[in-house]
């Protein structure tokens, strides 16, 4: 029981530090995002990268698309038929699609999959 307490505690405030970065993420992503449509160069570097999920079930990959697309500048597109990655459209690739897949799995597949499992 003591056991079971100590990860439920564990869990509550791994579920709350995914909160505050996904609000600190979407408020930067509005940030960048208002600054692309009120200046008037163009700095947007647009594309679809294919990033590996380590998510498996319904849940874990619903989760972390509708994060993806709630997150300012990023559209979840779709997943792979065989469940294996998804397919995002980023507005800011900058010339580096391996850093942003980094990120994502990192910051928003890692952490959401710590306070599911």
């Not at 930067?28 to 294919?50: A, C, D, H, W, Y």
């Not at 979840?76 to 507005?91: F, P, Q, T």
């Amino acid at each position: 029981e003591e056991g079971e307490k100590k990860n439920y505690v564990k869990r509550v405030w791994l579920g709350i530090n995914l909160l505050i970065f996904f609000i600190k993420e979407v408020i930067v992503s509005n940030l960048r995002v208002t600054m692309e449509v009120i200046t008037p160069n163009f700095s947007m570097t647009p594309g679809v990268i294919k990033v590996p999920l380590d998510a498996k079930t319904d849940l874990e990959i619903t989760l972390l698309a509708n994060m993806c697309t709630m997150t300012p500048g990023t559209v979840s597109l779709d997943v792979s038929e065989d469940r294996k990655y998804l397919y995002i459209h980023a507005m800011y690739i900058d010339g580096d699609a391996e850093a942003l897949k980094k990120k994502f799995k990192d910051d928003f597949e890692a952490r959401l999959l710590e306070v599911l499992r």
